[in-house]
């Protein structure tokens, strides 16, 4: 064991992983209530493209400002992270005073994903400043939280009975308090962690200078093209399946949260294996073997429903589990000066190719034959695989 582990207390990884978790439960918090919410606003039938792509152009604009601004590296993270998990808990209750409607909804959900930016990439760079060595493992629980996270709103839906979906959205908003309170107050800056940076308007720029950092990215980048889509049209493919099969319902909310929450596995599995093969190879098996249950989903979606229910738990373990390996990739070919700034960046462009993505299935699902709509996803896992040919 180095001298750095040795001085890193036990508490550091678990409180950023608890803490991520529960801060990024924000990130589906509306999906998991959506039919009550379309009762109630009065929102059209694409709603959950619409909203989903809310809080991805919100954290878009949050990242990018963040990026640009390069706050990640000219403020405490524990402090960027506490401010925004108190205001985007605060946007996500704003549901409870605004009118009932889709525009307000969607500018809430906005202004969540805004401030979504200061707790996802921000933690990612609080584990990197404790971690000089097996940041892919430490990613790998660091990720793995944020990918229970975003599941865990469908959980308290399944479990929550008749819990009103008012309570739902104060389970929600209290974990994230609760997360960025326990960073705040328990992780201090690791000992890997630059001093303040002045803002520099070339951070950007002079880090995809390196080769390395460009193939990460665009391996990311196809990557992030059928993610969000695969994790928000989970429920829709459960209901489509019952559908399609005549299948007993078997709990559109519960499987939702176990297909999500799949991932966690993948990352946590990945980042265990990366110390053995590197973050390259368990990112580029991911990536390609969510890219094969892609082009698999229309056959699967009708086959019988054990089959279907494992299908749905192998796509969401893979489709996630790549994810901190290359974050990992990404902050080990940034400027150690501006890995904050890279890591925001780079978030920023693939969650807006979530966007097209997102809103490119939407419209093929009221256009094609629904079993179809995911394959404009396949040529993202396709681009990316070509892009990181020169990590292996």
Same mark, same amino acid.
């Given at each position: 064991m180095n001298a750095t582990a040795c001085q890193r207390p036990a508490w550091i990884l678990p409180v950023i992983v608890l803490s991520q978790f529960a801060a990024t439960s924000l990130w589906f918090?509306?999906?998991?209530? /959506?039919?009550?919410?379309? *009762?109630?606003?009065?929102?059209?039938?694409?709603?959950?493209?619409?909203? *989903?792509?809310?809080v991805q152009f919100g954290f878009v604009?949050?990242? /990018?400002?963040? =990026?640009?601004? *390069?706050?990640?590296?000219?403020? +405490? +993270?524990? *402090?960027?992270? /506490?401010?925004?998990?108190?205001?985007?808990?605060?946007c996500n209750a704003g549901v409870f005073v605004v009118p009932e409607g889709l525009w307000p909804l969607l500018v809430l959900r906005f202004a969540t994903g805004f401030f979504l930016a200061g707790i996802y990439p921000v933690g990612m760079k609080i584990a990197a400043s404790w971690y000089a060595e097996g940041l892919g493992g430490a990613l790998g629980y660091l990720v793995g939280a944020l990918v229970l996270g975003t599941a865990f709103p469908h959980l308290i839906e399944a479990l929550g009975g008749d819990l009103p979906w008012r309570g739902v959205m104060a389970a929600v908003s209290g974990l994230a !308090?609760?997360?960025?309170l326990a960073v705040y107050l328990f992780v201090p800056a690791g000992p890997h962690l630059p001093g303040p940076s002045p803002f520099d308007p070339r951070a950007i720029p002079d880090a995809f200078a390196d080769r390395n950092l460009r193939a990460a990215a665009f391996g990311y980048f196809g990557h992030m093209w059928e993610l %969000? +889509? !695969?994790?928000?049209?989970f429920p829709v493919l459960l209901a489509l399946h019952i559908d399609l099969v005549g299948a007993p319902d078997v709990g559109v909310s519960l499987w939702s949260f176990f297909a999500i929450a799949a991932g966690t596995v993948g990352c946590i599995g990945g980042g265990m294996l990366s110390r053995r093969l590197g973050s390259a190879?368990?990112?580029?098996?991911?990536? =390609?073997?969510?890219?094969a249950a892609c082009v698999a989903s229309p056959w699967?979606?009708?086959?019988?429903?054990?089959?279907?229910? =494992?299908?749905?738990?192998? @796509?969401g373990m893979t489709v996630s589990g790549d994810s901190p390996q290359f974050s990992t990739l990404v902050a080990g070919s940034a400027?150690?000066?501006?890995?904050?700034?890279?890591?925001?960046? !780079?978030?920023?462009?693939?969650?807006?190719?979530?966007?097209?993505?997102?809103?490119?299935?939407?419209?093929?699902?009221?256009?094609?034959?629904?079993? %179809?709509?995911? @394959?404009?996803l396949v040529p993202g896992p396709v681009i990316g695989l070509l892009a990181m040919r020169r990590l292996l």
């Open positions: 918090a509306a999906n998991a209530v /959506l039919p009550d919410l379309q *009762t109630v606003f009065d929102l059209p039938a694409n709603a959950v493209g619409l909203v *989903t792509s809310a604009a949050g990242t /990018l400002i963040f =990026a640009l601004l *390069t706050l990640s590296d000219r403020f +405490p +993270p524990s *402090t960027v992270f /506490l401010v925004c998990a108190l205001l985007g808990a605060a !308090v609760a997360g960025g %969000y +889509p !695969v994790l928000a049209f190879r368990v990112a580029f098996v991911q990536l =390609a073997c969510s890219g699967l979606l009708q086959a019988p429903t054990p089959v279907f229910l =494992a299908f749905l738990l192998f @796509w400027p150690r000066r501006s890995v904050g700034t890279a890591l925001t960046f !780079v978030n920023s462009m693939g969650f807006a190719i979530t966007i097209v993505s997102l809103q490119l299935v939407e419209l093929l699902r009221h256009v094609v034959q629904p079993d %179809y709509m995911l @394959w404009v």
